[in-house]
């Protein structure tokens, strides 16, 4: 497909290589070693990124797409990003692109148009030294691009957009005087606090709130108040802004905040993120935080990178006043995207991972707790109460718990909360996760042998989204030889949330008078006819349902007790007993036991037929009803 370069090289092209060259002697530095990546490539070896840096013109790096015969059926969209790690520092003046070197008559899709260029001293902090627009009139001509001046040990290339949605290059240079830098990297900003310019919305004096910048947990920021005589007389209310500039850009991952290590004394428990990619430029918001009252580090991970100078955190909800040890920021990631601030909400929403509805889950452990601090307590959402184990004299390790999610799921990851009190007894050091879908026979899913006892909400991502409906949990060691846990969380992904909706869909639509209930299952409709159909009860105005006909299909076990007439109803997420004529009701709940109801109607027998209140039986079930009076529909949906 390509002609040997050597054959077609003539002096005007050969001066077209030169022809937009910085006019300063520039060396183009050689490939000695170089961590290279790319967001989208297609074959790593005939079209990889690496062959835009191998010093060959006739080989080429190309983005990824999919063919079926001559017709694209797919590709990766710009942008793609290019990281260059160079292990050392060198003086970069100028970044040349050299396209695919196609021969006469073949196509120069991919060719750049538009790209940006990015320069980090450390390899993690990076921020904006030039950009390019190209108009390559011939597939042969190449273009130098001048860039900020300077000794860099990174440069991340965007190419923002290129001919026919494609992505190309014969060879990527970067030229400069030669200079090699190997000492140590330079301290960077983000570690480099004094650099920062930060403001305070709400402070006791105006040097306090550096304290909040310090490096020291000890200390800490304090919102404004008066006191006489030890009394507090006022509190400055919440929202309470917290604003810092960098002196450059930088790249983040995610914020941290350390609340006040002395007394729970405000500690906030909601705040919302914003950032900006210039000092003036307007702060967008990019994340809502929820935080728990625990004393452990709290961190706001951000499913991509931000290329920001200026970011600011409002505290909307706090104890009273506002306080925090330690504010800091967590910096790139290597092989994480890129994303805009304007565009990161939909980003995050988009890739985010969300937690899993536990009201119906169960949990059991054959192991004895302490004080009665029982395995119940783990899926309660609270972080007060714990489970704790006896003592390894009366329950030896390992230590173990199965979660019945009652239903298969797609998880991706979990949360561990450990006990929230500072002697950090039973906080975990080494466990197993294992999943099943049977309760019978477990697989191995992740195992942590390093974790040091803290009092930080632990967050595990799984390599692997895991189907399971059972999660044992086996805790080999943990401090004070015993093992405790506040609270599990399970987590999935807006993809995994949204097919499991899909395939759990269920809506069921009858209507008074009408012995005919429209289904919809998943993706499956179809009507299924009742013995016969409901109607209201006039003195209640509450609507009675046949028993067997919706339950059934809803795929509850019902049971009927002629002697007494006693109706009992057996789902996943509970169980109902009621009885003919008989208004009180009782509801098992996974969690919380037997409750007992008092019903506005009580279920009774007509025309030989049993009838019972839909709505309770149904909300009961975990299902919503809502009633259109126009058309005397009943709609009930999960």
């Not at 450059?248 to 909601?270: C, H, M, W």
């Amino acid at each position: 497909m390509k002609k040997n370069l050597s054959l077609i090289l003539s002096l005007s092209f050969i001066l077209s290589l030169f022809a937009l060259v910085p006019s300063f002697a520039d060396e183009v530095y050689k490939n000695d070693g170089w961590e290279i990546k790319v967001s989208s490539e297609m074959n790593s070896t005939s079209a990889g990124i690496k062959n835009a840096f191998d010093g060959n013109y006739e080989t080429m790096w190309h983005s990824k797409y999919t063919a079926e015969g001559s017709e694209i059926t797919g590709k990766d969209e710009p942008p793609y990003i290019i990281d260059v790690d160079f292990k050392k520092g060198l003086e970069i003046a100028a970044i040349k692109y050299v396209p695919r070197q196609a021969s006469s008559g073949e196509s120069s899709a991919g060719n750049w148009e538009e790209a940006d260029f990015y320069a980090s001293g450390d390899g993690v902090n990076y921020k904006k030294i030039g950009s390019a627009t190209y108009n390559i009139s011939s597939e042969r001509e190449s273009v130098a691009t001048n860039v900020e001046k300077g000794i860099y040990k990174a440069i991340r290339i965007s190419v923002n957009k290129g001919k026919s949605g494609f992505g190309t290059a014969g060879e990527i240079e970067f030229l400069g005087s030669g200079v090699i830098v190997n000492e140590e990297v330079p301290k960077t900003i983000l570690t480099d606090k004094a650099s920062w310019k930060t403001e305070v919305s709400s402070v006791v004096s105006e040097e306090h709130y550096k304290t909040a910048f310090d490096g020291d947990k000890n200390t800490y920021w304090h919102s404004k108040y008066t006191a006489e005589n030890g009394v507090v007389t006022w509190k400055e209310p919440a929202p309470y802004f917290i604003t810092i500039t960098f002196p450059e850009n930088v790249l983040i991952s995610g914020f941290t905040y350390l609340p006040r290590q002395d007394s729970a004394s405000g500690r906030f428990s909601k705040a919302e993120l914003y950032a900006s990619e210039t000092e003036d430029g307007e702060l967008l918001k990019i994340k809502d935080w929820s935080l728990d009252s625990s004393a452990g580090l709290k961190t706001a991970e951000f499913m991509s990178n931000l290329y920001i100078r200026k970011f600011q955190i409002k505290i909307t909800e706090s104890s009273g006043v506002g306080t925090a040890a330690e504010f800091d920021f967590l910096p790139g990631k290597e092989d994480a995207k890129t994303v805009t601030v304007s565009d990161y909400a939909k980003y995050e929403e988009e890739h985010m991972l969300y937690p899993i509805d536990k009201t119906a889950f169960t949990v059991t452990s054959d192991d004895p707790d302490w004080g009665g601090y029982e395995i119940g307590n783990i899926l309660d959402t609270s972080l007060q109460t714990f489970w704790q184990t006896e003592g390894a004299s009366v329950a030896p390790p390992p230590w173990e718990f199965v979660i019945d999610m009652k239903e298969v799921k797609n998880i991706s990851a979990f949360s561990y909360a450990p006990r929230n009190t500072n002697d950090l007894h039973g906080a975990w050091k080494e466990y197993e996760v294992e999943g099943s879908l049977d309760g019978e026979t477990y697989e191995l899913i992740h195992t942590e042998y390093e974790w040091t006892p803290s009092l930080e909400i632990r967050n595990v991502a799984f390599e692997t989204p895991v189907k399971a409906r059972f999660i044992k949990f086996i805790v080999v060691d943990a401090n004070a030889s015993r093992a405790a846990c506040a609270d599990i969380t399970f987590y999935q992904t807006k993809a995994e949330r949204d097919e499991e909706l899909l395939n759990n869909k269920e809506k069921y639509v009858l209507k008074i008078g009408d012995n005919r209930i429209k289904v919809v299952k998943g993706e499956e409709s179809y009507e299924k006819e009742m013995d016969v159909a409901p109607f209201i009860d006039a003195a209640s105005s509450s609507t009675l349902i046949p028993l067997r006909g919706l339950l059934t299909e809803m795929g509850a076990e019902i049971i009927w007790k002629g002697e007494t007439e006693e109706i009992l109803i057996s789902a996943s997420s509970g169980k109902i007993e009621m009885q003919i004529q008989n208004n009180l009701v009782y509801v098992e709940n996974p969690r919380y036991g037997m409750v007992r109801y008092t019903l506005p109607v009580v279920p009774k027998i007509k025309n030989s037929r049993t009838f019972i209140p839909l709505r309770f039986v149904s909300e009961h079930l975990g299902y919503k009803v809502s009633w259109n009076g126009e058309t005397q529909e009943i709609t009930i949906e999960k």
